[in-house]
C-alpha cells in the first residue's frame, strides 16, 4: 500500500530570474512554503521529504495567527469557545487550516492553493480563502485573498510562518533587522501582557547575530519605505541579503529563533502578521469583513547576492 505523504502533493515551480534558476517548493497541506532558491542558492530552512511539518513552518495561519487565551475569545458581545490546540499552553494556535489538504491550480512559475474555513465550534462564519505563490526575479511574491463567504461580519486576521537561511551559512552568523518600533511582552503562556516602545535589548532595526539572542517576540508599528513596505531582512557576512518584505495590511512581525528544527543546530523565522496574538480578544488590528467582502493582502522575498 502506496504511503500518503503528511505533506500532502507537492508543487515545484521553476523560472529563470536575474540571478539564475528561482525555485519553489509547496506543500498542499497548510499551504505551506517549504523551499526556495535562487541562483542555487537555499533561502528557506528545509525539513526532511515524508515527514510532518515541523513547527508550523511556512503555513498560512487563518483565520487567526499565533494564540487565542485559552481558546476562548470576546467579540460585539458574544463568546465562542475553540478547540485547544496547544496543550503545553492551554491556546488556540495558528487558526483553523494548518492542517487542511488545499486545492491546487499550479503552472510553471506560479501556484494558487485554496482552502474554505467552513462555520465550527468556536468560529461561526464561512471564509474562502486562497495564496498565490509567484516567483519573481529575486525570489517570490505572494498573495493571500481571503472573502466572506457567509452571512454577517467575519472576524479575520491572517499570519504566514516560513523559516528562512542563506544557503552556506550558519544561520548563528546571519544578521537579522527588523523594523519594529514596538514590542510585545508575554506571560508564561506566551500571551501577549503589554506593549512597548523598544529599547537597546529589543529594538533590531539596527541589527542583531542571530548567534547572540534567543527571539520569540512580535514587534508592531512597523517602519515603512515610500513604497509602504516593511522590511525584515537577514545578511550574511559576506554581504549576501535575504529580505521579507509585507505590505500595509501586514503590520506586524514575528521573530522566532529555535533549536529544535530537523536537522539545524539553529532556525528562524520571520512570519508577517496583520494581528497580533489573542487578537480575537483584544480587537487590536482585528479586520471585519462584511458578506461577499474580499481582503488582498501581500507579502514576499528578495535576495541580493
Same mark, same amino acid.
Given at each position: 500500500?502506496?504511503?500518503?505523504?503528511?505533506?500532502?502533493?507537492?508543487?515545484?515551480?521553476?523560472?529563470?530570474?536575474?540571478?539564475?534558476?528561482?525555485?519553489?517548493?509547496?506543500?498542499?497541506?497548510?499551504?505551506?512554503?517549504?523551499?526556495?532558491?535562487?541562483?542555487?542558492?537555499?533561502?528557506?530552512?528545509?525539513?526532511?521529504?515524508?515527514?510532518?511539518?515541523?513547527?508550523?513552518?511556512?503555513?498560512?495561519?487563518?483565520?487567526?495567527?499565533?494564540?487565542?487565551?485559552?481558546?476562548?475569545?470576546?467579540?460585539?458581545?458574544?463568546?465562542?469557545?475553540?478547540?485547544?490546540?496547544?496543550?503545553?499552553?492551554?491556546?488556540?494556535?495558528?487558526?483553523?487550516?494548518?492542517?487542511?489538504?488545499?486545492?491546487?491550480?499550479?503552472?510553471?512559475?506560479?501556484?494558487?492553493?485554496?482552502?474554505?474555513?467552513?462555520?465550527? &465550534?468556536?468560529? @461561526?462564519?464561512?471564509? #474562502?480563502?486562497?495564496? =498565490?505563490?509567484?516567483? %519573481? +526575479? $529575486?525570489?517570490?511574491?505572494?498573495?493571500?485573498?481571503?472573502?466572506?463567504?457567509?452571512?454577517?461580519?467575519?472576524?479575520?486576521?491572517?499570519?504566514?510562518?516560513?523559516?528562512?537561511?542563506?544557503?552556506?551559512?550558519? &544561520?548563528?552568523? @546571519?544578521?537579522?533587522? #527588523?523594523?519594529?518600533? =514596538?514590542?510585545?511582552? %508575554? +506571560? $508564561?503562556?506566551?500571551?501577549?501582557?503589554?506593549?512597548?516602545?523598544?529599547?537597546?535589548?529589543?529594538?533590531?532595526?539596527?541589527?542583531?547575530?542571530?548567534?547572540?539572542?534567543?527571539?520569540?517576540?512580535?514587534?508592531?508599528?512597523?517602519?515603512?519605505?515610500?513604497?509602504?513596505?516593511?522590511? =525584515?531582512?537577514?545578511?550574511?557576512? $559576506?554581504?549576501?541579503?535575504?529580505?521579507?518584505?509585507?505590505?500595509?495590511?501586514?503590520?506586524?512581525?514575528?521573530?522566532?529563533?529555535?533549536?529544535?528544527?530537523?536537522?539545524?543546530?539553529?532556525?528562524?523565522?520571520?512570519?508577517?502578521?496583520?494581528?497580533?496574538?489573542?487578537?480575537?480578544?483584544?480587537?487590536?488590528?482585528?479586520?471585519?469583513?462584511?458578506?461577499?467582502?474580499?481582503?488582498?493582502?501581500?507579502?514576499?522575498?528578495?535576495?541580493?547576492?
Amino acid at each position: 500500500m502506496k504511503r500518503i505523504d503528511p505533506t500532502g502533493e507537492q508543487v515545484v515551480l521553476r523560472a529563470q530570474g536575474d540571478l539564475g534558476e528561482v525555485t519553489a517548493q509547496i506543500a498542499q497541506v497548510g499551504a505551506s512554503l517549504r523551499a526556495l532558491t535562487v541562483g542555487g542558492v537555499d533561502l528557506m530552512a528545509r525539513y526532511p521529504e515524508g515527514e510532518r511539518t515541523p513547527s508550523a513552518s511556512g503555513i498560512v495561519l487563518v483565520p487567526w495567527p499565533n494564540r487565542i487565551r485559552d481558546g476562548r475569545w470576546s467579540q460585539r458581545g458574544a463568546t465562542e469557545q475553540l478547540g485547544i490546540s496547544e496543550p503545553k499552553y492551554g491556546n488556540a494556535s495558528h487558526g483553523l487550516l494548518r492542517f487542511a489538504p488545499y486545492e491546487i491550480v499550479a503552472g510553471d512559475a506560479e501556484a494558487t492553493l485554496s482552502a474554505v474555513v467552513y462555520p465550527q &465550534t468556536g468560529y @461561526l462564519f464561512t471564509l #474562502a480563502t486562497s495564496v =498565490t505563490y509567484t516567483l %519573481v +526575479d $529575486d525570489g517570490l511574491a505572494v498573495t493571500h485573498r481571503i472573502r466572506n463567504a457567509g452571512d454577517g461580519e467575519a472576524p479575520v486576521a491572517l499570519g504566514t510562518h516560513p523559516f528562512f537561511e542563506i544557503g552556506g551559512v550558519d &544561520t548563528a552568523d @546571519l544578521v537579522i533587522a #527588523a523594523p519594529g518600533t =514596538t514590542w510585545f511582552e %508575554v +506571560d $508564561d503562556r506566551m500571551l501577549p501582557v503589554a506593549e512597548h516602545d523598544v529599547d537597546d535589548a529589543t529594538d533590531l532595526r539596527g541589527g542583531v547575530r542571530l548567534g547572540d539572542v534567543a527571539l520569540d517576540r512580535a514587534y508592531g508599528d512597523v517602519v515603512r519605505g515610500e513604497d509602504g513596505l516593511a522590511r =525584515t531582512t537577514l545578511t550574511a557576512p $559576506d554581504g549576501r541579503t535575504l529580505t521579507v518584505w509585507q505590505d500595509e495590511s501586514f503590520g506586524f512581525v514575528q521573530v522566532f529563533t529555535t533549536e529544535n528544527y530537523p536537522g539545524r543546530d539553529l532556525a528562524v523565522a520571520i512570519e508577517p502578521m496583520t494581528a497580533p496574538a489573542d487578537a480575537f480578544n483584544s480587537g487590536r488590528a482585528l479586520t471585519w469583513l462584511a458578506p461577499g467582502e474580499e481582503w488582498v493582502l501581500r507579502w514576499g522575498v528578495s535576495y541580493s547576492g
